[in-house]
């Protein structure tokens, strides 16, 4: 299967920010495991990250428009929370995508515990870190979601 991680506003920073929230990996070290999980299972991924909304939403489009995703792993950041236009993206492509998240949004403030995402998204996977990806990697993987 071929997946695309999708990763939004300020995860840039992670490693790098809020490290007794988000850890200390980096982006490219966390993208390094999933890469290392995929290639273990035969699995390929691509890597995505923009702290620009209208761009996750082209990316978005452009991943149903030029095929080849069997599913998408979606961390939006703070854009979760808020965002009807990466709403109405997820909804207007034919890709299974996962709502991801490193912390446990539920164990923070009240905000986070608001998803507008999570209803057009196949599952949601928060809380474990880098194992959040992975996780949703395994649930969106044939077997498991068919
Ligand atoms: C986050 C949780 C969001 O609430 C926050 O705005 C982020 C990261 C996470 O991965 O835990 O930027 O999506």
Known sequence: MKFLVINGVNLNMTGMR??????TATLAQINDKIAAFAAANGDAVDFYQSNIEGELVNKL????????YDGILLNA????????ALRDAIAAIDIPVAEVHISNVHAREEFRHTSVLSEVCKGVVCGFGAGSYIAAMVGLKDGFTK
């Open 77 to 84: 950041g703070a854009f979760t929370h808020y965002s009807y």
């Open 61 to 68: 489009h452009e991943a149903y428009l030029q095929g080849g």
């Open 18 to 23: 809020e490290k007794g929230v988000y850890g």
